[in-house]
């Protein structure tokens, strides 16, 4: 399973775009890269995923480079409401390796 | 969202009574999973379901089991609560497995005194 690593904390104000940045050197050529957001007293949501170059939704983009030793989740314009945990996964398998969550990256919108 | 539901959604209990915390589903999703949530720990796996009576263990199953005897219901069940085992514990299904997203409860906080 292909360990990841992001930052333990991120502040920024309202109306910036915010990059997260996740490495996982050891992807493996199978392996998705998967992002969830979790709010204060909830349980995680998906977010979005990608496993090659660029992917975007409704809520954010995802940046792969060629290598795939690392993503970026972009969130544009952030507000207030945005100020979560986001968890960064790659490589999930079922009954093959365990499934790490980590401790994320707590993002924390100022006004 | 899947239609997932936590019981009871608190608990507060004594050092070395049984618990059973109960999971929900009513999407006909295989794959069922319990996590804790503590801080500085982030979300950790405890057991895992991957269909009827098939379950598996995850990083943290030390002090649980767990029962899946219908598709909808997955059980956790702590024998012999530990202070330890104070946390918030977040159930999760998935459809078909892998790298499929994974749909949460909304948790349930249990507290062992």
């Known amino acids: 399973l292909a360990k990841t690593t992001q930052p333990i904390s991120m502040d920024s104000y309202e109306g910036q775009e915010v990059n997260i940045t996740c490495s996982h050197n050891n992807i493996a050529t199978n392996d998705y890269i998967t992002w969830y957001q979790q709010f204060p007293s909830q349980g995680p949501r998906f977010i979005i995923q990608?496993?090659?170059t660029k992917v975007t939704n409704e809520v954010a983009s995802l940046f792969i480079p060629a290598d795939r030793k690392s993503s970026t989740l972009s969130l544009p314009r952030v507000s207030l409401s945005d100020t979560a945990v986001y968890y960064c996964?790659?490589?999930?398998?079922?009954?093959?390796?365990?499934?790490?969550f980590g401790k994320g990256t707590r993002l924390h919108i100022l006004p | 969202d899947a239609g997932i539901t936590q019981s009871p959604r608190h608990k507060v209990t004594e050092t070395g009574t049984p618990v059973t915390l109960r999971c929900h589903q009513t999407?006909?999703?295989?794959?069922m999973y319990w996590y804790r949530q503590d801080p500085g720990h982030g979300l950790r796996l405890i057991h895992y379901s991957y269909g009827v009576k098939d379950t598996d263990k995850g990083e943290v199953s030390d002090g649980y089991s767990v029962s899946r005897s219908k598709t909808e219901d997955f059980l956790l069940t702590l024998e012999s609560a530990t202070s330890s085992q104070t946390s918030v514990y977040f159930c999760a299904t998935q459809d078909r497995g892998g790298d499929n997203e994974q749909f949460f409860g909304p948790g349930t906080r249990l507290t062992v005194l």
């Open positions: 999407e006909n999703h295989r794959y």
């Open positions: 996964l790659v490589g999930v398998r079922f009954r093959d390796d365990k499934i790490i």
């Open positions: 990608g496993y090659k």
